[in-house]
C-alpha cells in the first residue's frame, strides 16, 4: 500500500513534507479490535525501511477507543512454540522499526491494543485514557515476549522520571508502576479486601503462566520450555474456551482450573 492511501481499516498520511508518517486504526465501530487484514496492513507498514524524509512515526485510532485488542473470532489458534501469533510479529516490527514510534491514546487501549502501546517509545494520552490486559480474565495468557515487554516498559519509564529527572516522588505518583495502591490508613484493609477479590476472580492457570513468564530469565528457547508449556496449558484449556464464551456472552466466567 502507497502512503497516503487507505488498506482496509487502515489509513497512513504523511505530512510535515514527509517527516510525519500517521498510522490510523479506523474500525471505531468495532471499537478498533485489530483483524487478521489490519495486522498484515499494520506489519507491513512498520517493516518497510522508511523513507529517507521521514523522521518519526504517530500511531493513532478513530473513535473513543485507541484499540480494544485482537478480534476475538479472529483469534490466532497457532502453535507458541513453533511460530509467533500477528500480534507478536506486529510488536516485533513496532519495536524494532529504526525510527521513533509515537503512540496517540484518545481512548483506551486494550489487550492487544496495550501490548500494542507498551512496545511504542512514547506515548501521549488524554487523562482519563485507561490501558491493561485482560487476558488473565479470560483464562488466556499473552506471547511471552509481550508480557516481557511491558515489565520492560514499565521499568524503563520509572527509572528515566527518578535518574533522568532527578526528584523525590511522593508514593502516590508512583503507584502505577511500583505500588498497587496508595490509600490512607483507614481504607488499607478495604483495598487489601478489593484486590484479593479480583485476584481470586482470574484464571488460575494464566496467573501461572504470567507468574512464571515475569520470573523467567532473559529469553533463551531451550531453557523456557517449562515456561512454553505452562502457557500452552493456559491457551488449550477449558478455562480458556470458557473465559472467551464468557465474554462474547457479556456473562461472568465461571473458571475450574483445568
Not at 483469534?75 to 510488536?91: D, N
Not at 507498551?118 to 483464562?139: I, M, T, Y
Amino acid at each position: 500500500m502507497s502512503v497516503g492511501e487507505r488498506a482496509g481499516d487502515v489509513r497512513i498520511a504523511v505530512g510535515d513534507g514527509g517527516a510525519v508518517r500517521t498510522i490510523t486504526l479506523c474500525r471505531p465501530e468495532k471499537r478498533n479490535a485489530l483483524t487478521h487484514e489490519m495486522f498484515s496492513t499494520l506489519t507491513d507498514a512498520f517493516t518497510r525501511e522508511p523513507k529517507s524524509q521521514e523522521r518519526v512515526t504517530v500511531l493513532r485510532a478513530e473513535g473513543p477507543v485507541f484499540c480494544s485488542g485482537v478480534d476475538l473470532r479472529q483469534r490466532s489458534e497457532g502453535s507458541l512454540e513453533e511460530s509467533r501469533s500477528p500480534l507478536e510479529l506486529l510488536c516485533s516490527a513496532v519495536w524494532r522499526y529504526p525510527l521513533p514510534v509515537v503512540a496517540v491514546l484518545s481512548g483506551a487501549a486494550i489487550g492487544g491494543g496495550f501490548m500494542l502501546v507498551a512496545h511504542c517509545d512514547f506515548v501521549v494520552a488524554v487523562e482519563d485514557a485507561k490501558v491493561g490486559n485482560s487476558a488473565v480474565q479470560l483464562g488466556l495468557v499473552p506471547p511471552w515476549p509481550l508480557s516481557r515487554q511491558v515489565e520492560t516498559a514499565a521499568r524503563s519509564a520509572l527509572a528515566r522520571r527518578l535518574l533522568l529527572m532527578g526528584d523525590l516522588e511522593p508514593a502516590t505518583r508512583l503507584g502505577a508502576v511500583m505500588i498497587t495502591a496508595a490509600v490512607p490508613a483507614e481504607v488499607v484493609e478495604g483495598e487489601l479486601d478489593r484486590l484479593l477479590k479480583r485476584l481470586t476472580q482470574n484464571a488460575p492457570l494464566s496467573m501461572r503462566a504470567i507468574k512464571a513468564t515475569l520470573n523467567a530469565e532473559l529469553y533463551v528457547p531451550a531453557s523456557h520450555r517449562e515456561v512454553v508449556a505452562l502457557i500452552h496449558r493456559a491457551q488449550e484449556s477449558d478455562d480458556s474456551k470458557e473465559g472467551v464464551l464468557a465474554r462474547r456472552e457479556r456473562r461472568e466466567p465461571r473458571f475450574l482450573g483445568r
